[in-house]
């Protein structure tokens, strides 16, 4: 396993390996102490990972609930943010709970939105499973949701308190969306 130091406003670790969704309970712990975790994620990665990373929390003491949304770039708005925030309120999720954003950019962009604003800030970890959201999205702060005027319109910086790159994931990745990260590297490597 890889770790890379993120030094932002705030300081995070980005864990790169195999076999890390199944860790991702205990590396977790190390960043916040065992509370209640309310996973996002959309309709198609609930099926492939939800329950590995729920099992693994669980197992590290971690109580988790789940907000699935559909998969795809329409669900990020402001609809979507709404429903999730009244999710959040439902389970009654406090200032030191934690957000779990497990999928690619859409996501961790709609989670992360929604961990800053939620209570006006409480704690988000991703857990990226595009190409594209493991180089680029996870990492840096940037979150948003699309208005109907245009894409990421409305959003914030905000830090995830850890990010977490399980390298087995891009294995189920359609060719197209991989072909995406991949052209996103290439863009990175030619600036
Ligand atoms: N915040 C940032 O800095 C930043 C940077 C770049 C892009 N973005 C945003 O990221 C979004 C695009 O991200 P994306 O390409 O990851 O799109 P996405 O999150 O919609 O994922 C693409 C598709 O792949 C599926 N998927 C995800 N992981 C999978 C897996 N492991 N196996 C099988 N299917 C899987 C998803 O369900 C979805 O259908 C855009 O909204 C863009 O604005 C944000």
Redesign the pocket.
Known sequence: MRSVTVKTSATYEVLIGSGLLQKAGEAVKKVISPCKVAIVT?S??VH?YEETVRQSLTEAGFSVCTFVFP???AS?NIHTLSHLLEFLAKEEMTRTDLIVAL???????LAGFGAAVYLRGIPFVQIP??F??AI??SV?G???VDLEAG??LAGAFYQPKLVLCDTD??Q???EV?FA?GIAEALKYGVL
């Open positions: 959309d198609t990665v492939l998969a795809g770039e990020k999928g690619g950019g859409v996501t961790g962009d499973t595009t594209l959201a680029d999205s840096g940037k979150t948003a894409k990421n994931v891009l189920t990745l359609p969306v995406d």
